[in-house]
């Protein structure tokens, strides 16, 4: 009997990987990608958490360079950090199979965006495939490091909200790609990208996708369902599964491969219908490229271009409603746990009329009631930076009240370049930076990282001393305290602080209550 599992597609994703003959997977945690890794560790396999996606890309493709096979895992936001090495390793590629997920959100479930991230696959000329289920989540990701070893380069592995956390069969082909054997050969102009070989390896680039793109016509990740002639449909990802349950009587092309396009195919099926929509999860790209290839498609009105489709919403959209949509239920607004560290904190920076250059992460909660105590927040490590912009631009009266805020796995992700520069251009005012140092990732799962002494599996890692760092940099006041256990002291040290011209890191230090528990568990050998 064929065995059949129930996985969602980040669980789909993992076991491809691994019966790929993974050597590494590595990334950073963010919802919705971060199951990915945990389970490849789960499974058996090897996987590790890097400061940041640009690291995890970077040492993702030092594995690829020496012919392993490489994953590397990221939320969309991810890839903006790692967009430098992603446009050169487009130039050179690599000899192993290097794919790259991005899990985008459409509707921001746990993101300060919903960017489409089909457009780094445009941008840096890499193929693109979006599966739709767990199945072709498994599967797109065995081909994936099969056609990035035979066009030499990396394979962006598009995965949305919806397809990385539903569950669905899987049917897994173990053996199916057998990995080949690690080596290196050197290899100086296809993998040094100086001007003089990176002009060539350009134009290997352009021509590699136009062969790219005669392979997707050839329809491995085309599917088209045959019903009416009166209406066609082109969808991808998830938005393929709306359409089936929206209008069964349709023609459906599903495109798994969304860069480079096929687009003689689509040519061909949108001709063979009256009608012919384009559905698709954000930005209306694909709609877009049909009509300047002269298709004749309807892409989505601009409403439907926020947030995840659904059912509803491809009927509204078949049917060109575009009437106000009914307003979600209203739901319980996150908060800061109720024994949450930060909570102290928060209490005192709004009680002392802070402004406060938040960042990302759980305590970015600190901007919503009681506490309404953050004021900016942009990306990951930009509360150091945009603080200390605030300090040089503000009169001094209001440069001494800012204060930036940011979490121990944020600071070693993006903000120590925050602290050099902090140091290297000091404002006359100085600055007060205070890190949340609660011993864990703990907004996207309670993920490890460098600071907590333990690897993504949880087992014991050298640890990453954050106050060691900060002195090491140059800054003049490092203080370390607990504002839960006293919150005067923390207040005390605040005050002082922000009243010098000093530059001073308060490191407000207690473990989240969740973490704490499960921390005590690993050293007892649990999981």
């Known amino acids: 009997m064929i065995e059949k599992e129930l996985v969602s597609g980040n669980e789909a994703i993992a076991r491809a990987a691994l019966d790929s003959g993974l050597c590494l997977g590595v990334g950073y945690p963010g919802t919705p990608s971060s199951e990915i890794l945990e389970n490849v560790a789960a499974l058996g396999g090897q996987a590790e958490w890097a400061p940041n996606e640009k690291v995890a890309l970077e040492v ?25 090495p992603l446009f050169t390793i487009a130039y050179s ?65 598009r995965m949305t909200t919806r397809v990385c956390h539903s569950k669905g069969a899987l049917i897994r082909r173990p ?12 290899d100086v102009q296809s993998n040094v990208m100086i001007p003089a070989y990176a002009r060539i390896a350009h134009r290997k680039l352009r021509a590699k996708l136009a062969e790219l793109a005669r392979f997707n016509e050839e329809g491995e990740f085309i599917h088209e369902d045959h019903g009416s002639s009166e209406l066609g449909i082109i969808a991808t990802g998830i938005s393929y599964q709306h359409a089936r349950d929206a209008a069964p009587e349709a023609s459906v092309l599903k495109l798994g491969m969304t860069y480079p396009l096929p687009m003689e195919r689509i040519r061909k099926f949108a001709a063979g219908v009256k009608r012919c929509v384009v559905l698709e999860e954000g930005d209306p790209i694909l709609a877009e490229a049909c009509l300047a ?11 439907y271009r926020f947030g995840e489709l659904s ?24 908060q800061l746990c109720v024994g949450c560290p930060h909570r102290r904190t928060y209490e005192v920076l709004r009680d002392f009329g802070c402004i406060v250059a938040g960042d990302i992460g759980c305590y970015t909660l600190g901007v919503l009631p009681p506490f309404e105590a953050v004021d900016t927040c942009v990306c990951m490590g930009a509360s150091i930076t945009t603080g200390l912009g605030m300090r040089h631009a503000l009169p ?29 251009n ?31 599996d ?3 890692a050298p640890k990453v001393v954050i106050e060691d760092v900060v002195r090491a940099i140059g800054v003049d006041h490092v203080d370390i305290c607990d504002p839960t256990l006293d919150r005067e002291h923390f207040a005390g040290i605040l005050k002082e602080r922000l009243a010098s011209n000093d530059l001073s890191v308060i490191i407000a230090r207690r473990p989240c209550i969740l973490a704490a528990v499960k921390a005590k568990a690993y050293q007892l050998g649990g999981k």
């Open 60 to 84: 993702g493709i030092g594995v690829a360079f020496a012919r392993g096979r490489s994953i590397v895992t990221m939320k969309h936001v991810g890839l903006n950090v790692a967009a430098d």
């Open 93 to 157: 590629g690599t000899p192993g199979g290097l794919v790259i997920v991005s899990a985008d959100d459409p509707g921001m479930a746990s993101s300060q965006n919903e960017q489409d991230n089909r457009r780094y696959a445009i941008a840096a000329g890499v193929p693109m495939l979006e599966p739709s289920d767990s199945q072709e989540a498994y599967d797109f990701t065995i081909r994936a490091f099969e056609l990035a070893e035979r066009y030499r380069c990396p394979v962006l592995l």
């Open 175 to 186: 053996n199916a790609s057998p990995a080949p054997a690690i080596a290196y050969e050197k």
């Open 293 to 303: 290839a002269g298709v004749k498609v309807e892409g989505k009105a601009e409403m």
């Open 311 to 334: 059912v509803g919403r491809v009927r509204r959209i078949l049917a060109g409603d575009t009437t106000p949509e009914a307003a979600p239920p209203a739901g319980k607004p996150p």
């Open 396 to 424: 001094e009266a209001e440069a001494r009240r800012v204060v930036s805020v940011i979490g121990d796995s944020t600071f070693l992700h993006t903000g120590i370049n925050g602290i050099v520069e902090m140091v290297y």
């Open 426 to 456: 000091r404002p006359k005012t100085g600055h007060v930076v205070i890190i949340l140092d609660n011993s864990i990732t703990a907004m996207t799962g309670m993920q490890e990282n460098p600071a907590t002494g333990r690897k993504l």
């Open 458 to 460: 949880h087992t014991p």
